[in-house]
T-cell receptor, first 114, second 114 residues
Framework: KQEVTQIPAALSVPEGENLVLNCSFT??????LQWFRQDPGKGLTSLLL?????REQTSGRLNASLDKSSGRSTLYIAASQPGDSATYLC?????????????FGTGTLLAVQP | DAGVIQSPRHEVTEMGQEVTLRCKPI?????LFWYRQTMMRGLELLIY????????DSGMPEDRFSAKMPNASFSTLKIQPSEPRDSAVYFC????????????FGSGTQLSVL
């Protein structure tokens, strides 16, 4: 079964800390992996998309890595700020022939304390 | 572009009533997805369309759910009859292509079935 798991489920850090969120997936036959941010009562915003042939993507203070062989991705947030507080979800697009499947993890709820 | 637009933002209805959720994707996007989000099950893909044609509806919970996309700029998700267990946030998302492009989400419809 194709699954996506995120650990930890919740994380609280003081402002300024660097932090890592983890995502693991069960099948290496993936097309790509995306990291999303969800604020309370809002939709999801795509942060970074990594193609299966890539190892990492960077945007500002965010860096996402992908290791297909071990079925893992990490989202690194540098110098965290209170505005980074949100739920972060990873989603894996699995190959499915005519019907590729985008499977979401359950998310990590991040709280950055001022 | 205004992004993916969903309506209504909130819907409260009584069990047995018909509910229709609406979505306008980003202009030019050829993929449209309907997701449901609950605390218990996270984000679940219900159905997705490519060029207005339903590709995979295996996530539609049962025959009470139906989705249409009569043209490239409009889609509906209908529940008839609605039940309390349908209470959730329903998201519409769109993308240009499926593999290499980011997924853009609407703000969601919060559905409460009493």
């Amino acid at each position: 079964k194709q699954e996506v798991t995120q650990i930890p489920a919740a994380l609280s850090v003081p402002e300024g800390e660097n932090l890592v969120l983890n995502c693991s997936f069960t099948d290496s036959a993936i097309y790509n992996l995306q990291w999303f941010r969800q604020d309370p009562g809002k939709g999801l915003t795509s942060l970074l998309l990594i193609q299966s042939s890539q190892r990492e993507q960077t945007s500002g203070r965010l860096n996402a890595s992908l290791d297909k062989s071990s079925g893992r991705s990490t989202l690194y947030i540098a110098a965290s700020q209170p505005g980074d507080s949100a739920t972060y979800l990873c989603a894996v697009l699995y190959y499915g022939g005519a019907t590729n499947k985008l499977i979401f993890g359950t998310g990590t709820l991040l709280a950055v304390q001022p | 572009d205004a992004g993916v637009i969903q309506s209504p933002r909130h819907e409260v209805t009584e069990m047995g009533q018909e509910v229709t959720l609406r979505c306008k994707p980003i202009s030019g996007h050829d993929y449209l997805f309907w997701y449901r989000q609950t605390m218990m099950r996270g984000l679940e893909l219900l159905i997705y369309f490519n060029n207005n044609v339903p590709i995979d509806d295996s996530g539609m919970p049962e025959d009470r759910f139906s989705a249409k996309m009569p043209n490239a700029s409009f889609s509906t998700l209908k529940i008839q009859p609605s039940e309390p267990r349908d209470s959730a946030v329903y998201f519409c998302a769109s993308s240009l292509g499926q593999g290499s492009q980011k997924l853009f989400f609407g703000s969601g419809t919060q559905l409460s079935v009493l």
